[in-house]
């Protein structure tokens, strides 16, 4: 499995930036796509952004041109850079990784999660 610790959650003022950062450590050959997903009270956890090991990279409708992910493989980390936050992307931030082991095995792993709060 892929054991994951997310950092740099907080508060911010709209129209501010945060920037999220994952570390990854444990069986990180396996993985296939680094992503950030987020959930805020009473909805279900929604992607924010994904990237995968060929690069290509996905992001919800609703951070298009304001959130950019970036993955660095030599310091197996991904990170969530947010700018012009609004109160809608308050929810609390969870990184993930979609793994594949040959010949069949795949898995997902989850960090704790980071609280991101837009707020004036």
């Known amino acids: 499995q892929v054991q994951l610790v997310e950092s740099g959650g907080g508060l911010v003022q709209p129209g501010g930036s945060l920037n999220l950062s994952c570390a990854a450590s444990?069986?990180?050959?396996?993985?296939?796509?680094m992503a950030w997903y987020r959930q805020a009270p009473g909805n279900e956890r929604e992607l924010v952004a994904r990237?995968?090991?060929?690069?290509?990279?996905k992001y919800a409708d609703s951070v298009q041109g304001r959130f950019t992910i970036s993955r660095d493989r030599a310091k197996n980390t991904v990170d969530l850079e947010m700018n012009s936050l609004k109160p809608e992307d308050t929810a609390v931030y969870y990184c993930?990784?979609?793994?594949?082991?040959?010949?069949?095995?795949?898995?997902?792993?989850w960090g704790q999660g980071t609280q991101v709060t837009v707020s004036s």
């Open positions: 444990g069986k990180i050959v396996n993985i296939v796509t």
């Open positions: 990237i995968s090991h060929d690069g290509r990279i």
């Open positions: 993930h990784t979609y793994s594949a082991e040959w010949p069949d095995h795949e898995y997902n792993d």
